[in-house]
């Protein structure tokens, strides 16, 4: 057998039969998806009076802008909706299907043209079914917007049919048929505006514990880093290393076992929560099987990346013991294990793209929805990136070893 693999066996062997590891990268992450799963199963599957809904003008004149205006000016409105306006229709449609947005409202592109030419024209108000009470406001609030509108214009209309007939009479300046000032004709016309209201179909929906299958999957898989980092750093203390190293065996074959049985630890620990979660909790990851095994296994690599580079910046089992939860659990955080990562503050999302366990669990909870591999390939390279940049970093460090 190669020296390789050779390395990569010892090191699996070791960690197979490491309790205290096993209790971390196996009992903990399922104890955790069943408790997290069970107790918060109901959050997410009501309705919320704060909610997430979107606007896409598509119109070109001036009366769309003038309803975005209203709907998002208003202080009664705000303090029930959080409102985006947003320019992708499709984007935003995608989002409602997803469940991420409770409801959407899509001003269609020629909305003043229609006005104008008294053209019946409808705004496209889309639900998610699963929120019916905070979509429907929504829908009521856009229903209201628009009689309000329609009220506004019918006015318009009467004042100038007012002034028309007086003036085919020859009524004097001053008189009912005068001109209307400026003031008096309103500055919003509607006339025949309906809203059209379309439940969105939601292919599929991502129970609590499903969620925290693909969270907790995310997160734990990076302790197989930290694990092998443990190894790294103890045979370093105790001179197998050096003995190791003394052997016809070069660095780079030392260090691809060192890392190869961090790929076989995770490999396996993926299989058995992925078993687990699916006989124990009926956690459904999708019919796309070698999509969650690819995702999983670009997340083992990242492990891997992850324990060279804990390996290189501590020196001790302790230094790392304090270096390697600092990184996996701002990863985590990131990455949405602790909680949807669309809810962190917008001055964390740029960072969201530096984490591993974000394009995981993206990729986990996409598959799970029925997403194709093709969907899931751009997180699958990201994972791969960043895994080799952590190797290739660790690397670079240990050079000097």
Same mark, same amino acid.
């Given at each position: ?122 705004? /496209? ?61 309103? /500055? ?32 734990? &898989? ?161 994972? &791969? ?17």
């Amino acid at each position: 057998m190669s020296p390789l693999f050779t390395i990569a066996a010892k090191d699996t062997k070791i960690m197979v039969r490491d309790r205290a590891a096993l209790l971390v990268m196996l009992a903990m992450p399922l104890g955790l998806i069943f408790i997290l799963g069970s107790a918060l199963g109901n959050i997410g599957e009501g309705d919320s009076l704060d909610t997430k809904v979107a606007i896409v003008n598509l119109d070109e004149g001036d009366t769309g802008a003038r309803f975005v205006e209203g709907l998002t000016s208003s202080e009664d409105i705000d303090a029930v909706f959080n409102i985006s306006v947003r320019e992708d229709a499709e984007a935003v449609r995608t989002e409602v299907e997803r469940g991420d947005l409770t409801a959407a409202l899509i001003v269609p592109a020629d909305l003043t043209e229609k006005v104008l030419a008294d053209e019946p024209v409808a705004l /496209e108000v889309l639900q998610d079914p699963g929120s019916q009470m905070s979509a429907g406001i929504w829908a009521g609030v856009v229903r209201a917007g628009v009689a309000n509108a329609s009220a506004q214009i019918i006015a318009a209309h009467t004042l100038q049919e007012t002034f028309a007939g007086g003036a085919a009479q020859g009524a004097p300046s001053g008189t009912v048929g005068s001109p209307p000032s400026a003031q008096q004709i309103p /500055e919003l016309a509607f006339d025949a505006v309906t809203v059209r209201e379309v439940e969105v179909e939601i292919e599929k929906q991502v129970s609590m514990i499903s969620y925290y299958a693909a969270a907790m999957s995310g997160m734990f &898989l990076l302790f197989g880093g930290m694990f092998g980092a443990f190894s790294f750093v103890r045979e370093r203390r105790e001179q197998t290393l050096a003995r190791m190293m003394s052997t016809p065996s070069g660095k780079v074959t030392i260090v691809g076992g060192k890392a190869l049985g961090v790929l076989l630890i995770g490999a396996l620990q993926f299989i058995v929560l992925y078993l687990g979660t699916r006989l124990l909790f009926q956690v459904d990851w999708g019919t796309n099987v070698l999509g969650v095994v690819l995702v999983g296994f670009a997340e083992t690599i990242a492990a891997a990346g992850l324990a060279m580079t804990l390996a290189a910046l501590g020196r001790s089992e302790r230094a790392i013991g304090g270096i390697a939860p600092a990184f996996i659990m701002l990863f985590a955080a990131l990455g949405g294990s602790m909680i949807p990562a669309e809810q962190l503050p917008e001055w964390l999302l740029p960072a969201q793209v530096l984490s591993p366990v974000y394009w995981t669990v993206d990729a986990f909870l996409d598959l799970m929805r029925g997403a194709t591999l093709a969907a899931v390939a751009p997180n699958i390279a990201a994972v &791969l990136a960043i895994g080799l940049v952590l190797f290739w970093f660790g690397v670079w460090r240990l050079r000097y070893e």
